[in-house]
C-alpha cells in the first residue's frame, strides 16, 4: 500500500522532458513539469529507471544498477558551477527533432562536453566529490573501473576481455586501477554530478508536495559491472557466460515467447549470503525515490529460465525464486518500504499469495480489459483498491494508438462499458482510471496529451524505435493542468499541496 489517501499522477521518463539539448534532463525542463504536477493536483511522478543504458537506449537494459544515466546531467546547471562554457555546447548537434531522442547525435555531443568539464573539474576538485566516492564506494569503484575497461577494449563485453581482468585477478585489477586511474576518475565524475543534480531535483519536485516513483528491474544486463564485480551471484559457466538466462513462456502474442538474455540470479547463493547484494540495490533505490515499483514482481516467485544456447523462449522450464523469504528479509533490513509490484500478466495462485503477504500495491493496466467479458479483472469495477491503476505503461501503446489500432469488437465494448463514443474514449479511459477504486490513478503523459502511436514509448521485442518520445516545449501548459486538476479533484485524488 503506498498511501491510504486517494491520489494520482503521471507517468514521464526524464528523457522525454522538452529540453533544447536532445534529451530531457534534471535541470530547468524537470522544475517545471514538477510545477505542473503541483497545479494539476497531481501527488505522483513516475518514471523509468534512471541507470545508464547500453547502444540499444533501454533503461532496462544497463551497465549498472547503481550508476545514474549521464545523459540527464543539465548542461546549463554544468555552466551555472563553471565547469562549461556556453561555447562549449551551445552550437552542438544533439539532434534536431523537438519531439525525438537521437542517440547517436546525442552520445556523441554529450561525450565532447563532458571531456570539457573534465577539464576544469580536475583543476580544482571539490572536497565534496572525494566524499561522495567515500560514501558510494559500495558501488562507484567497480563500476568506474569496468566502465574504463570497456572503453579500453574498444566496446568489448567484458566476458570478452583478456582473462585477467575478466577474471578480477587481484594483482591485475590493482595494476589496471593505477593505469587507468585519469578514466576512472572521469567516470567517477559524472556519477557525482549526476547524484548531486539528482539531489537537487528530487527536493524540488518533493518540495512541490509531489513524491517520485522510480522502477526497479528485476534482472540486469549480463555486460554490466553487476555481474563482471559479482559474478558469484549469477549462474555462469566457467567463460564466465550465462548458462540459463531469463524470458517469457510463448503466449497468445507472442508464438515463440520472449527471449530476454538476462544472466539468472543463483537464489541458492544469495540466501546463503543474506540477499545481501539486493539488500544494497534496494536501499540505494530508496535513495532515489519515495515509491519504488518492482518489475516482474512474479520472478521473485517463480522465474522461467531458458538454456543461453536457445534461439527461442519456446522451450524455458519454471523454477522456484525466493519467494516470502526473500522480501521478509528485506524488511527486516531496511524496514517497511513504500513497493509497487508490478504483477501483470497470468498469476498463478502462489504469485497473488506472494503479493498478500507483502501487503505491495498490485498494476491493473486499462487497455488489458475489454476483451467482452465482465469478469475481467483490468475492468475498473474488479479494481482492488490497494492497487495502481493505469491507462497504460511504457510497454503499451498510447490511448490514441490502442483505439486505433485495437480489434473492433474491443473497441466496441469499450465505448458500451464506459458509455463513451469513440472519438471521445481516450479522456473516457483517462476518467475511467481516475473514477476507480484503486487508491492511486496513474496515466502516462501521452495520453493526457492524447497523442497518438508515433509517440508510443517502447513495443516489447522490437529494436531500433524505442526510449525516443519527447514532450514538445509548452506542451504541459497552463490550460491542460487546469483541466487535470478539475478531473482530480471530482474523483477526491487532489494532492493537498496543490497550488490551485
Excluded at 239 to 251: M, Q, T
Excluded at 301 to 326: H, L, M, Q, R
Excluded at 346 to 357: D, F, N, R, S
Excluded at 409 to 426: G, M, R, T, V, W
Aim: hydrophobic fraction near 35%.
Amino acid at each position: 500500500m503506498i498511501n491510504d489517501k486517494r491520489k494520482s499522477g503521471i507517468l514521464l521518463h526524464i528523457s522525454s522532458l522538452p529540453s533544447p539539448h536532445g534529451i530531457g534532463t534534471l535541470g530547468q525542463c524537470a522544475r517545471e513539469f514538477a510545477d505542473f504536477l503541483k497545479s494539476a493536483g497531481q501527488s505522483y511522478w513516475q518514471i523509468l529507471p534512471v541507470c545508464p543504458t547500453d547502444s540499444a537506449a533501454s533503461p532496462y537494459r544497463s551497465y549498472s544498477s547503481f550508476a545514474g544515466n549521464p545523459n540527464f546531467i543539465d548542461l546549463d546547471m554544468l555552466y551555472e558551477d563553471r565547469l562549461l562554457k556556453k561555447s562549449d555546447y551551445k552550437d552542438l548537434d544533439f539532434g534536431k527533432a523537438e519531439e525525438s531522442v537521437n542517440f547517436k547525435k546525442l552520445e556523441k555531443s554529450r561525450a565532447r562536453v563532458f571531456k570539457t568539464a573534465f577539464e576544469a573539474f580536475t583543476k580544482k576538485v571539490p572536497t565534496e566529490f572525494y566524499e561522495f566516492c567515500e560514501k558510494e564506494d559500495y558501488w562507484l569503484g567497480d563500476f568506474s573501473l569496468f566502465m574504463a575497461e570497456r572503453d579500453q577494449s574498444g566496446g568489448k563485453a567484458w566476458a570478452d576481455w583478456q582473462n585477467d581482468i575478466k577474471t578480477r585477478k587481484p594483482k591485475e585489477t590493482e595494476s589496471e586501477k593505477q593505469r587507468l586511474k585519469k578514466e576512472i576518475q572521469y567516470y567517477k565524475m559524472l556519477q557525482y554530478l549526476f547524484y548531486r543534480q539528482w539531489g537537487q531535483f528530487k527536493q524540488y519536485v518533493n518540495s512541490q508536495g509531489v513524491e517520485i516513483i522510480g522502477d526497479l528491474p528485476i534482472y540486469v544486463s549480463c555486460d554490466s559491472a553487476d555481474v563482471w564485480a559479482a559474478p558469484q551471484n549469477f549462474f555462469l559457466d566457467s567463460n564466465c557466460r550465462p548458462v540459463e538466462v531469463a524470458g517469457c513462456p510463448p503466449d497468445s502474442f507472442t508464438p515463440e515467447g520472449q527471449l530476454w538474455g538476462n544472466p539468472l540470479y543463483d537464489w541458492d547463493y544469495m540466501r546463503r549470503d543474506n540477499y545481501s547484494w539486493w539488500v544494497k540495490r534496494i536501499s540505494h533505490a530508496t535513495k532515489l525515490y519515495d515509491v519504488i515499483r518492482i518489475d516482474h514482481f512474479r520472478g521473485f516467485e517463480s522465474y522461467y529460465a531458458i538454456d543461453a544456447a536457445e534461439s527461442t523462449a519456446v522451450n524455458g522450464v519454471w523454477k522456484k525464486g525466493p519467494g516470502a523469504d526473500f522480501f521478509d528479509l528485506v524488511r527486516e533490513r531496511l524496514g517497511k518500504l513504500n513497493i509497487i509490484a508490478e504483477d501483470l500478466g497470468y498469476l498463478t495462485p502462489a504469485v497473488k499469495e506472494l503479493l498478500e503477504h507483502t501487503g505491495f500495491a498490485g498494476m491493473n493496466v486499462l487497455q488489458f480489459a475489454f476483451d467482452g467479458s465482465a469478469e475481467n479483472e483490468y475492468l475498473p469495477h474488479n479494481y482492488e483498491k490497494n492497487s495502481i491503476a493505469y491507462t497504460g505503461t511504457h510497454d503499451n501503446d498510447t490511448l490514441v494508438g490502442f483505439i486505433k489500432n485495437a480489434a473492433p469488437h474491443d473497441i466496441d465494448f469499450a465505448c458500451k462499458y464506459l458509455n463513451s463514443p469513440k472519438d471521445e474514449l481516450n479522456s473516457s479511459m483517462i476518467r475511467a482510471v481516475w473514477a476507480s477504486t484503486s487508491r492511486t490513478a496513474v496515466a502516462q503523459a501521452q495520453d493526457i496529451l492524447g497523442l497518438g502511436s508515433y509517440a508510443r514509448m517502447n513495443t516489447p521485442s522490437t529494436v531500433g524505435a524505442n526510449w525516443r518520445w519527447r514532450a514538445k516545449p509548452g506542451a504541459f501548459c497552463p490550460e491542460l493542468g487546469a483541466k487535470l486538476y478539475d478531473l482530480t479533484r471530482l474523483y477526491g485524488r487532489l494532492n493537498n499541496e496543490s497550488g490551485l
